[in-house]
């Protein structure tokens, strides 16, 4: 089946630890994004890239990272300089830019809870 | 700032009422797109509609119904003969040119909790 999907669908870190949040896509889509989600917050971008070995800062950037090697995978690492990283994060991808006209799919997220 | 305002952060209705979930945005762009998504309580965002600044026809989708406004700069969506299946929280967001490659500026939701 074709989509996005992320793992894993929950995940419990340690203060300190890095930890790696999966993406993968089959559509052929040229750009994906990160998103966090804290209750009351609505949805703020992490990370995007619109093309492979290229990605830039969202609005809340500091304490991630990203790599983007394969068109088809985007993984977001949540580093311990994330202070508060316990949030629902969701992956999502589109054909080139929403603006182009094209609509921006989401995974089912992954939930990352700091113990 | 935000960029889009959903001012009801909740909405109870009973099961048949109709119910309209507003949605103000702001930008300074001539071409804009604005979208719809839904989220049930299993977290997956599901994409409603997409709508470009160009284009301010009113959309209906069997029971879904679009109202898009340049003049108040708003794009709510209503909900006719609600059913329980429709609770969730409702997301409207902006994309533009000037803002992060197209990524979605999303507000902050409204919760509709429908009742049998």
């Known amino acids: 089946d074709g989509g996005i999907t992320q793992s894993p669908k929950y995940l419990f870190r340690k203060e300190g630890q890095n930890v790696t949040l999966s993406c993968e896509q089959n559509?052929?889509?040229?750009?994906m994004y990160w998103y966090r989600q804290d209750p009351g917050q609505g949805l703020r971008l992490i990370y995007y890239?619109?093309?492979?070995?290229?990605?830039q800062k969202g609005d809340i950037a500091e304490g991630y990272s990203v790599s983007r090697e394969k068109k088809e995978s985007f993984p977001l690492t949540v580093t311990s300089a994330q202070k508060n990283p316990t949030a629902f994060y969701l992956c999502a991808s589109s054909m080139v830019g929403a603006g182009s006209g094209n609509t921006i799919y989401f995974g089912e997220g992954s939930w990352l809870t700091v113990v | 700032a935000q960029k889009v305002t959903q001012a009801q952060t909740e909405i109870s209705v009973v099961e048949k009422e109709d119910v309209t979930l507003d949605c103000v945005y702001e930008t300074r762009d001539t071409t804009y797109y604005l979208f719809w998504y839904k989220q049930p309580p299993s977290g997956e965002l599901v994409f409603l509609i997409r709508?470009?600044?160009?284009?301010?026809q009113n959309e209906i989708s069997g029971r879904y119904s679009w109202n898009f406004q340049k003049s108040t700069s708003s794009f709510n969506f209503t909900i006719t003969a609600s059913q329980v299946v429709d609770s969730a929280v409702y997301f409207c967001?902006?994309?533009?040119?000037?803002?992060?490659?197209?990524?979605?500026?999303f507000g902050k939701g409204t919760s509709l909790l429908v009742t049998p």
């Open positions: 559509l052929n889509h040229d750009a």
């Open positions: 967001a902006l994309s533009e040119i000037s803002n992060s490659g197209y990524a979605l500026n």
């Open positions: 709508r470009n600044s160009f284009d301010e």
């Open positions: 890239s619109q093309i492979v070995n290229d990605f």
